[in-house]
């Protein structure tokens, strides 16, 4: 029995010394990527700067506060807005002065 094992070609595995029929794969070399970085996520979507997200933060509590509640608040940032000419939340994160004319807009509905 020991010259089957001896035999074997070199892509079967090779059975256990001991006879407990699992198998046993002699160790290849292996030039793959370590498995740590495997499931790592790519991000795709742009990311915004620090003023950016200052700006979103601010009007986004602004919106909460004005509004009295998350779900008005929500609605109103991420609607079209006509009169504004886009979303709201868009306008505000894009510069000072739209952020400026969103809270203003902000204001005068609330009033």
């Known amino acids: 029995m020991s010259g089957a094992l001896d035999t074997a070609p070199d892509d079967m ?4 010394v001991q006879g407990d029929d699992v198998p046993v794969t002699a160790p290849a070399d292996d030039t793959r990527k370590p498995q740590s970085m ?28 004005l509004f ?18 886009g979303r709201p939340l868009d306008l505000a994160i894009a510069s000072a002065e739209g952020l400026a004319t969103v809270e203003a807009a902000m204001t005068a509905r609330t009033a």
Request: without cysteine; aromatic residues 8%; proline residues 4%.
């Open 13 to 16: 595995p090779v059975m256990d």
């Open 38 to 65: 495997r499931f790592r996520r790519k991000f795709t979507t742009v990311r915004l700067t620090p003023e950016q997200a200052s700006r979103q933060g601010q009007v986004a509590t602004t919106a909460f506060r």
């Open 68 to 85: 009295g509640g998350r779900d008005a608040a929500m609605a109103f940032l991420n609607g079209h807005d006509d009169d504004l000419g």
